[in-house]
């Protein structure tokens, strides 16, 4: 039987109709409309659904719906603010922390829980945590500079300007001039 | 030899021209993808190796609530398609060949219903004796899995250059061993996965994460039974290829079927477990039994290998990489006399195919640890071994491979100094050692329709940017990167000013996509020829506007002046709106093409495959641990020969990525198969390597420039994986003195070897005794 449920996810309330057996997966995917968290394996292995709830890290194919009603709820959608990037998306985009970038919302949002609880770690402790999150494409040494990079701020300066939204006038068409 | 040439934008660290969506979770993959009143697919797979279907009952399936479609081969053509023999069907046709054949298929309003469905299909099976062992299939009396196909062979390929007896005579040592590789599963972290819609006039639009666009549309049209124009293939965002989104599996093809008959858009999305059983074609497992000659200085004399390939049910690109296993290495070393002979065998399990490196990784498996072992029976550091034999510029293999630029030897020379060698040689630690191997690869492959080739067409819009329209898509891999920087630098536009569409079918011109390390070489010369034709028309306008001489026009900024004052200048985008809005006015807008200068094989297989050859030399520092049989790599360096780095982010994440893929396929990558079906077929158990599993690693670009590359770029995308295997195993050789000769390399198997010697050793030395 299908229910209504609650879910706050990256600041905005949504009342979605589920199945109780609904994954927070499958909810956010399909009944929230964020397809920005990503199914790699289905079993918690790969770490490509990772999201933050109420500050921890989990992975949302293991993870109910259901329970994380009344609870924070954090994607890769929430991180940018104001079409500014977290300084981790800076970062992974700097220092080509991807390719094809599908393990990449889940690498993020496993950067960002780490660097949440310990802004300071060691190479060794970001090898540790971020191993719950399989890439197939990079072999890891740009995820772990682009990780090292956000924790010490080494983001270059211009590169918020060169990503930022433009503004453009658009020259008109209008052949008959003004008088 | 490297060329002074400066670039503005080649060469450049950019960013991914697709990075902003990336890292915010904005880019769409197949899976994102969703279609007003869109419907659920599912499959329904063959539970046997090999069976024949008596009967197919699809009527209480078809009555449940909330399905629209169950089609099985009734719903086909019953026509055979596959990249080099029509093997394979849609749905099966009368029999299934492994497991995990598509054999029906449902789409329902949800996922639950769509299985519940597939469970209400009702099939009589007769259950045929089966074989998984490709040795054993060739036997007289196997099953026979195709009809015709005496003693299950697909392809046989034997070929001999110069006289193989008289070159083994005439060589002072011979070493001769057999090796076995494993079938590696791509594991890209975003499975097979389409979406379909037929429309009413009968045109179908797929929605897939394919790496090969028009090749996809003609095999899918071919399945279907229409013309090619009557499918339009639009890439998604790509979550990782390697081989294995190139098309050889069924996904597309059903979806496509479910979509016509529901007339509804339909998703197919693999689950992991289909990924394994059915989706991208794994590796092409073999055997490789080598022989080699070398002289007592150490030149190679003479090369034999004899190949047995397992194709698995279907033939896919089997054919091409046995070939390659069988042909490839020639172009690696100065060869004059060898023989190789291949066999590529059906059997009952999942149909094996393209993956990173295709041939190479197998076959330098083999080749390059009889090289090693030549090195130490003749007393020279492998590393000289390599070098004295290494291919130079102008070098023709005996198969008539014409090598242009190769920086071979430069790349052993970084790798020599990068490990530090020779000081790490010469005060060996007990329990470690080095390997070192080398690798050739092609940048593109003439192989299909006797075209090499590629297109591209640009149009400078009315705001003054860019747009180039390829259709040989973005698999990740940063292709779309690389060519906005070539269009950019041949233009003299900043890279923000150049875009680049999604590859579509019916919006590019003929593209064979992302295989055989093409896309920068072959693609990149197209997108180069077109900016180059769209340069010429902005000169045109601005010579006008600019009452100045073509020739006295340059190209920089954006702009286009008169040199030596530069302040007479006018930018693009006022070029391509004087162009455009005037009577007479058109657009500014060209098409280019490339075809490579290499031939077609003829039937002996003789004949220059590719138009540029790429180089690369790795080793690796391990440690050996006598208790546990743990291999440990404690350092690994890798250099590569891919010409020009147009984008040097891209191309190391291309090394680093194919190194790490390259170890797990050496010492982790593999799955227990129990009567031909994968035993756990998912993550946990077919584990690749994760962050912390990476060694130390230090990679370098050979100083390098391919006269005819773009820019002198040449391929690179697979060179990283080539050697891995053997680096390893060469490694652990001089560490303990084992030699494992079956991938992966596990613990297990470095024990049990280690206790072998160990036995050994005395009567190794009264051996020893007794000679002297
Ligand atoms: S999809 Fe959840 S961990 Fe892989
Ligand atoms: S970037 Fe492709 S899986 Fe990580």
Redesign the pocket.
Known sequence: MKRFVALKVNGEEYDIDIEPNRLLLHALREDVGLTGTKEGCSIGVCGACSVIVDGKLVSSCLTLALACQGKEITTIEGLAKDGRLHPLQQAFLEYGG???????PGQIMAAKALLDANPNPTEEEVKEWMSGNL????GYYKILEAVMAAAHNKISSDFQVKHERKTAKIQSLNVYKDS | MAKTETFSVVGQRVNRVEGYDKVTGGAKYVADIVLPGMLVGRILRSPYPHAKIVKIDTRKAEKLRGVKAVVTAEDTIKQGWGAFFPDQYPLSVGKVRYVGEEVAAVAAIDQDIAEEALGMIDIEWEELPAVFDPEQAMKEGAPLIHEGKERNIAMTLDVERGNIERAFAESELIVEDTFESTPQWHCA?ETIGSVAECSPSGKYTIYMNTQTLFMARYRIAAALGVRETDVRIIQSAV??GFGGKSCDDNNAIVCALLARKSCKPVNIINTREEEFLAGSRPRVNMNIWAKMGFKKDGRIRAKQLRIIADNGAYSGKAPAIAGVAALRHDTCYKYSDVKTQAYLVYTNKIPTGAFRGFGNPSAEWAVEQIMDKAAHNLGIDPLDLARMNAADPGYVSPHGNRVTSCELRQCIDLVEKMMDWKGKRAQKKPNRGLGLACTVHVSGKRHFGDYDGGSATIKVNEDGKALILSGEGEV?QGAATAMCQIAAEELGLPLEDVEISRADTDMTTFCLGAFGSRVTYVGGNAVKDAASKVKQQLLDTAAEMLEARQEDLAAANGKIFVRGSETRSVTVAQLARARLFRRGGAPIVASGSFDADSVLQDATRYGNESGAYNFGCQAAEVEVDPETGQVKVLKYVAASDCGTVINPIGAEGQAEGSVAQGLGYALIEGLKMEDGRPVNPNFSDYRIPSMRDMPPLEHAFADSYEPTGPFGAKGLGELGMDPTAAVISNAIFDAAGIRIKTLPITPEKVLKALKAVSNQEPTRKVKLKADG
């Open positions: 991807f390719q094809c970038g599908v393990c990449t890439c197939r494409c990079t | 972290i979550g990782g990740g």
